[in-house]
């Protein structure tokens, strides 16, 4: 028998602008098969916000955006790495527990300071051996793999792997309610979760501010008199190494939620002040290579031999740790972390290229089934696609002038003269497009999110299977448009290349997504 056709004129003629009725068994049986095992897979994402609207929030960010969740994953790990990098060529006691607490760091809204000598005496007294390693072992907790995450996986990607096998042995059955499409568009979702799982981030805001309570009753602060330390707890804010979550202006509010899709928005502020610390090791251990003690013209001790940093030529009072940790020359400090911006670029390639590749899958699954062309469904793809790159690019966008405008207002202004104060300066018009962009952002992407979830169900219920989709009047045009409505006998097979296709495209770039990310988590002392 041959295919039967109209075209969409007289398909309209014939069976109305309505769509058909559609059948439940077939509603739960793709649903079941093709969108509940994501859904399921969504609760092993990490989370551990105060509230659950943040956690709430956080979801719908990565189900509306996986391009912003892929890119605050790798930029995670490449942060990690740049600052562990930095840190193995320094010779100076405690190095590898301040890059295990700055990493650890990474989902909180890290300070750092130096008021009244306290990172210089942080980082130079021989007082504060104790408080590096244990707070880096309080914040040695891991949210990894666990029985119901490694069932969940299996579960997903067995029944993807099933339920295109069936469709690919019955292309015919159902063609216009699918549901390859709706798994493949979703199929980011995996490597997403395993990316998480793997870097295990410290993400649970209870139990990293429990870490870090009382830390300033642990640490010592070097005082005008050479033998003397106090409590650095004395101090009205006595912390070298703090997390601010109750910051009354942030550079950009999301830093101050913990789930690790908020990384975006903290990742700036993290490398600048993770680069804070690194700087007052670094001028410390150059000096302690130099034989340079910290009490000047006092011998350097060397007992333990050589490399080694005796406790001794470390001591000396308020004024000499500053020194100790102060540039011999004037530097200015600029506002962003070095390769700041060449580790954002890099974080974006990866993500952008699975948003894609899954996206491009599901569009080629239905594009290529009969009758061929952009049509209703592979536009609800596109959609999700493009919106979902737009929200990426306005909360980038919006983290970078959020920083900007934070720096700015920390910089000392003439007090003759404070432009800033006006509501047309340049930094106030900074601060509201940021705003506008992360407001905007957060729309979009609780559109595209219910979007994506609606597209879905619009296959599954048969809304699209009605004269004007399955003509692809939007690819074709409406004179030339048709409507296939007998497949048995249909030469089907560019059909069924095109789903391979899609599975293959899909499937090689989750895997080259994963094998990125186990590369660089192996670099990285979590």
């Given at each position: 028998?041959?295919?039967?056709?109209?075209?969409?004129?007289?398909?309209?003629?014939?069976?109305?602008?309505?769509?058909?009725?559609?059948?439940?068994?077939?509603?739960?049986?793709?649903?079941?098969?093709?969108?509940?095992?994501?859904?399921?897979?969504?609760?092993?994402?990490?989370?551990?916000?105060?509230?659950?609207?943040?956690?709430?929030?956080?979801?719908?960010?990565?189900?509306?955006?996986?391009?912003?969740?892929?890119?605050?994953?790798?930029?995670?790990?490449?942060?990690?790495?740049?600052?562990?990098?930095?840190?193995?060529?320094?010779?100076?006691?405690?190095?590898?527990?301040?890059?295990?607490?700055?990493?650890?760091?990474?989902?909180?809204?890290?300070?750092?300071?130096?008021?009244?000598?306290?990172?210089?005496?942080?980082?130079?007294?021989?007082?504060?051996?104790?408080?590096?390693?244990?707070?880096?072992?309080?914040?040695?907790?891991?949210?990894?793999?666990?029985?119901?995450?490694?069932?969940?996986?299996?579960?997903?990607?067995?029944?993807?792997?099933?339920?295109?096998?069936?469709?690919?042995?019955?292309?015919?059955?159902?063609?216009?309610?699918?549901?390859?499409?709706?798994?493949?568009?979703?199929?980011?979702?995996?490597?997403?979760?395993?990316?998480?799982?793997?870097?295990?981030?410290?993400?649970?805001?209870?139990?990293?501010?429990?870490?870090?309570?009382?830390?300033?009753?642990m640490a010592f602060v070097a005082t005008d008199d050479l033998d003397v330390v106090i409590k650095a707890?004395?101090?009205?804010?006595?912390?070298?190494?703090?997390?601010?979550?109750?910051?009354e202006n942030p550079s950009c509010p999301d830093e101050m939620l913990t789930p690790p899709v908020y990384?975006?928005?903290?990742?700036?502020?993290?490398?600048?002040?993770?680069?804070?610390?690194?700087?007052?090791?670094?001028?410390?251990?150059?000096?302690?290579?130099?034989?340079?003690?910290?009490?000047?013209?006092?011998?350097?001790?060397?007992?333990?031999?050589?490399?080694?940093?005796?406790?001794?030529?470390?001591?000396?009072?308020?004024?000499?740790?500053?020194?100790?940790?102060?540039?011999?020359?004037?530097?200015?400090?600029?506002?962003?972390?070095?390769?700041?911006?060449?580790?954002?670029?890099?974080?974006?390639?990866?993500?952008?290229?699975?948003?894609?590749?899954?996206?491009?899958?599901?569009?080629?699954?239905?594009?290529?089934?009969?009758?061929?062309?952009?049509?209703?469904?592979?536009?609800?793809?596109?959609?999700?696609?493009?919106?979902?790159?737009?929200?990426?690019?306005?909360?980038?966008?919006?983290?970078?002038?959020?920083?900007?405008?934070?720096?700015?207002?920390?910089?000392?202004?003439?007090?003759?003269?404070?432009?800033?104060?006006?509501?047309?300066?340049?930094?106030?018009?900074?601060?509201?497009?940021?705003?506008?962009?992360?407001?905007?952002?957060?729309?979009?992407?609780?559109?595209?999110?219910?979007?994506?979830?609606?597209?879905?169900?619009?296959?599954?219920?048969?809304?699209?299977?009605n004269c004007y989709c399955n003509s692809s009047v939007l690819g074709i045009g409406l004179q030339d448009?048709?409507?296939?409505?007998?497949?048995?006998?249909?030469?089907?097979?560019?059909?069924?290349?095109?789903?391979?296709?899609?599975?293959?495209?899909?499937?090689?770039?989750?895997?080259?997504?994963?094998?990125?990310?186990?590369?660089?988590?192996?670099?990285?002392?979590?």
């Amino acid at each position: 028998m041959s295919a039967v056709g109209f075209t969409y004129h007289t398909c309209l003629s014939q069976c109305g602008s309505g769509t058909q009725n559609p059948s439940w068994a077939n509603i739960s049986q793709q649903f079941g098969a093709w969108l509940l095992p994501y859904l399921a897979l969504i609760s092993q994402l990490p989370f551990g916000a105060k509230h659950r609207v943040d956690n709430l929030m956080s979801a719908i960010l990565i189900v509306g955006s996986p391009v912003l969740a892929g890119y605050s994953i790798i930029l995670t790990i490449l942060n990690a790495n740049w600052i562990s990098r930095r840190f193995d060529n320094l010779s100076f006691p405690n190095t590898k527990s301040a890059v295990r607490i700055l990493i650890s760091l990474q989902q909180s809204p890290l300070r750092i300071s130096n008021k009244d000598s306290l990172l210089s005496s942080l980082v130079v007294l021989p007082d504060n051996d104790s408080w590096w390693p244990t707070i880096a072992d309080r914040l040695d907790y891991t949210h990894t793999w666990s029985i119901a995450s490694a069932t969940t996986i299996a579960w997903v990607v067995v029944a993807y792997l099933l339920t295109v096998a069936s469709s690919l042995s019955d292309v015919p059955s159902n063609i216009n309610s699918n549901g390859q499409g709706t798994g493949s568009v979703w199929l980011w979702l995996i490597p997403i979760v395993i990316g998480w799982l793997q870097l295990s981030p410290k993400c649970d805001y209870a139990r990293v501010r429990k870490a870090m309570d009382n830390a300033d009753a642990m640490a010592f602060v070097a005082t005008d008199d050479l033998d003397v330390v106090i409590k650095a707890s004395n101090f009205p804010k006595g912390r070298a190494v703090s997390i601010d979550t109750k910051m009354e202006n942030p550079s950009c509010p999301d830093e101050m939620l913990t789930p690790p899709v908020y990384n975006y928005a903290r990742a700036i502020s993290w490398s600048r002040s993770a680069e804070d610390v690194f700087n007052a090791f670094e001028i410390a251990s150059d000096r302690a290579k130099e034989h340079e003690t910290v009490t000047p013209d006092a011998t350097w001790e060397n007992a333990s031999g050589e490399g080694i940093v005796e406790p001794r030529n470390r001591k000396g009072n308020a004024s000499q740790v500053d020194a100790y940790c102060t540039p011999r020359q004037n530097v200015v400090r600029s506002p962003w972390a070095t390769g700041m911006f060449s580790r954002m670029f890099v974080a974006s390639l990866l993500p952008l290229a699975l948003q894609w590749a899954t996206t491009g899958a599901a569009v080629l699954v239905v594009y290529f089934t009969p009758t061929v062309g952009l049509g209703c469904r592979s536009l609800g793809y596109l959609i999700y696609g493009a919106l979902a790159t737009i929200v990426w690019a306005m909360l980038v966008m919006s983290s970078i002038l959020s920083h900007y405008a934070y720096s700015y207002s920390d910089r000392p202004r003439s007090p003759y003269l404070d432009r800033s104060r006006s509501p047309f300066s340049s930094i106030t018009i900074v601060k509201v497009v940021s705003n506008l962009l992360r407001w905007g952002g957060k729309l979009v992407a609780i559109v595209n999110a219910i979007w994506i979830i609606a597209a879905g169900m619009l296959q599954f219920t048969s809304i699209y299977d009605n004269c004007y989709c399955n003509s692809s009047v939007l690819g074709i045009g409406l004179q030339d448009a048709y409507a296939i409505v007998v497949v048995n006998g249909l030469d089907l097979g560019q059909t069924k290349a095109a789903w391979f296709g899609a599975l293959a495209l899909a499937g090689s770039t989750c895997f080259g997504f994963i094998f990125y990310m186990s590369l660089l988590t192996d670099l990285v002392p979590i």
